[in-house]
């Protein structure tokens, strides 16, 4: 079955990065397009990045545009996010996800604290 484990989550200081994992198994994950949600306090999950199975052109949410970076090792089936320059609205639990077979699945997610 589709598992997905999300980690990498941290307490990190505002303008610091970090860097999150997923780890993957039970589908095809060369042919999968992956996608990272988060959802932050008293609101809910939203969408961050894609990244195609093809590995190109991956998309992101307006507010982490240029901050972020996701990527993909199809050899190891993880996918990457990048979080660089912080901000406190960052704050957030991080969701790993893919779409297969007309459902969505996700990790457990992963908790992302951006704090002075």
């Known amino acids: 079955q589709v598992q997905l484990v999300e980690s990498g989550g941290d307490l990190a200081q505002p303008g610091g990065s970090l860097r999150l994992s997923c780890a993957t198994s039970g589908f095809p994950f060369r042919s999968t397009d992956m996608d990272w949600y988060r959802r932050a306090p008293g609101k809910g999950r939203e969408f961050v990045a894609s990244i195609p199975k093809t590995n190109h052109n991956p998309e992101y949410d307006a507010s982490v545009k240029d901050r972020f970076t996701i990527s993909r090792d199809n050899d190891k089936n993880i996918v990457i996010l990048q979080m660089n320059s912080l901000k406190p609205e960052d704050t957030a639990v991080y969701f790993c996800?893919?779409?297969?077979?007309?459902?969505?699945?996700w990790g457990r997610g992963t908790q992302v604290t951006v704090s002075s």
């Open positions: 996800s893919v779409f297969r077979g007309g459902r969505r699945y």
